[in-house]
């Protein structure tokens, strides 16, 4: 192999490893200095750590195929369980017991959260934390493959996020690093964790409050996409607080005596009210929304207890802290205006993201080196077909690679939603993985968005996910210099003005009993469609989906 060949394969294997930042480009050549330059330009053998990891990435993406299979099991099996946030019993159940079976050691119930679980093996440092997240957005049932409304059950609730997909991708991932760690002898320790509630934005904060990252050295985040990515820096959309307000009158009756009541729900109203008119004078960044909880009981009682459950979001903390303060000011305005009182809770929280620069360059070199999946004519008519449902542009699955992101001024960012991983990220070193395992321009929080999550769409996105994340956990492992220049960024450029500073306290427990009573309602119907990868290859299989199926074909679902 020529030397100018080699370079070339050591580039598409090792990402970063070999190629120089833009900070470290060599300067451009003086005018008649050309030949003294392209020499002086010619790259430095790899050196025999380079040749390594090169070897060792390789290996782990082969290792990646071989367990394709596993991969696409644990997709449609977590699919096929569509459990709400705080939930995600069968979820949890079975993926920790994947896991387990791989050799790893379970700790369950973190922070007092019954879903919550941390699978661990190795020992040393660096300590590599892997997470994703694992509910599902309520009324999002939809059959896999199909590409138009068409639930598995009615009002229930489903994978239209695609949060099925990124705890199978890290145990992918991990199972092939570990196996290069045994043989090779390295030390390191990688933990896995559970994104519980995301949706709600309810656990990450409370596992940065108790502990679980106060020895991480890396964090690795991952989320589905529709395209292959990550970024660094501050980010488009915002962090926030989710905030219950419950308020308590006095009934009565509605029409013998209701000047003898204190209408709960009056005090609702006239907060959201107030809220509406004060959301015209807030920033364009903002984004807030509410729904009621508790509207009273029946009409010819006035309302005791009512309650209304904000989303204050915002793009900096001091932002999110003066909004959550204008929301308490209302409330207690609606109070006196009604004769009632309140109470509040918190019941999730987001810091706004920023994201570590090294460590977003070296993932985004692996990105490249591993490339988008190989869409089929299948997976393509899916796509357009699901677009043109939709009334979006018909452009299919996505064929490029972005550019790498980076930092977004707050003057130009727009707002947008929000993960609580922004909470991890202000705590260590921390990236996010977006991987191809989606249609692109869908609504999000839709069943429109869980269509692509069980066929060859996801299982090969995650699959092509998995190898860039197993080559960057590999990176970090071998490449300590990494590991310092992540803390110097995040050290010298994410902390140096602002610091983390916790939305919750000691005094504030998760909100473990949100969506019980819809689980509850549900759950017996939803165990019909459960997954069985004893008896078939694939959910399609065991649903009796023609894949793909569009518009003018019927998908039959076997009972």
Not at 224 to 245: A, D, H, K, M
Not at 419 to 444: H, K, M
């Amino acid at each position: 192999m020529s030397a100018r060949a080699l370079i070339a394969f050591l580039v598409l294997i090792l990402g970063s490893s070999v190629t120089p930042s833009a900070q470290q480009a060599p300067a451009a050549a003086p005018a008649g200095n050309v030949a003294k330059a392209t020499k002086a330009a010619k790259p430095a053998p790899p050196t025999k750590e380079q040749l390594r990891l090169a070897a060792l990435k390789k290996e782990a993406s082969a290792d990646i195929d071989g367990l394709a299979t596993l991969t696409q099991q644990m997709v449609d099996t977590v699919f096929s369980f569509g459990e709400l946030g705080f939930q995600e019993i069968e979820s949890s159940k079975y993926l920790t017991g994947i896991l387990e079976q791989h050799g790893f050691k379970i700790t369950r119930g973190i922070s007092g959260i019954p879903t919550a679980w941390v699978a661990e093996w190795g020992s040393g440092k660096p300590v590599i934390s892997l997470g994703s997240d694992i509910d599902g957005i309520p009324q999002g049932s939809q059959k896999p493959g199909v590409a138009y409304r068409d639930p598995l059950v009615e009002g229930a609730p489903g994978h239209g996020e695609g949060h099925n997909s990124g705890i199978p991708l890290n145990i992918t991932a991990a199972i092939a690093v570990k196996k290069l760690m045994e043989r090779e002898k390295l030390s390191g320790t990688i933990r896995l964790w559970p994104g519980v509630a995301e949706e709600l934005v309810g656990a990450k904060a409370w596992y940065v409050r108790d502990g679980l990252f106060k020895d991480v050295d890396i964090s690795l985040f991952t989320h589905v996409g529709n395209n292959f990515g990550t970024s660094w820096g501050q980010r488009q959309g915002t962090g926030l607080v989710s905030i219950e307000y419950n308020f308590t009158g006095q009934t009565a009756h509605s029409a013998g005596a209701p000047w003898r009541g204190k209408s709960a729900l009056d005090a609702v109203e006239l907060m959201n009210i107030g809220w509406n008119y004060r959301r015209e004078h807030l920033r364009l960044q903002h984004r807030s929304h509410y729904v009621i909880t508790n509207g009273g009981d029946q009409p010819n009682v006035v309302p005791r207890y009512a309650g209304v459950w904000y989303y204050f979001r915002e793009t900096e903390y001091a932002r999110i802290k003066e909004l959550w303060d204008i929301g308490n000011q209302i409330a207690d305005g609606a109070a006196k205006m009604t004769g009632t009182t309140y109470t509040s809770r918190i019941v999730g929280t987001g810091w706004p993201q920023h994201m570590n620069k090294p460590l977003a360059e070296t993932m985004d070199a692996n990105i490249r080196a591993v490339g988008l999946p190989t869409w089929t004519d299948e997976d393509q008519t899916l796509a357009k077909a699901l677009q043109k449902e939709l009334g979006v542009k018909q452009a299919g699955l996505s064929k490029e690679i972005p550019p790498l992101e980076g930092n977004v001024k707050d003057e130009d960012n727009r707002g947008g939603g929000s993960d609580d991983i922004g909470d991890v990220s202000w705590n260590v070193p921390t990236i996010t993985l977006r991987y191809p395992a989606n249609i692109p321009d869908l609504p999000g929080h839709n069943w429109a968005n869980a269509i692509a999550m069980a066929t060859p769409i996801a299982h090969k996105g995650t699959t092509v996910g998995a190898k860039a994340m197993a080559a960057t956990v590999l990176e970090v492992l071998l490449t300590p210099a990494l590991v310092e220049q992540a803390w110097t960024y995040f050290r010298d450029v994410q902390t140096k003005d602002q610091k983390y500073v916790p939305f919750i306290t000691d005094k504030d427990p998760p909100a473990i009993t949100t969506n019980a009573a819809v689980m509850a309602k549900f759950r017996d119907e939803m165990k019909k469609y459960y997954f069985d990868s004893t008896k078939y290859k694939t959910y399609l299989e065991q649903l009796g989906i023609t894949y793909p199926t569009v518009r003018g074909e019927k998908s039959e679902t076997k009972e």
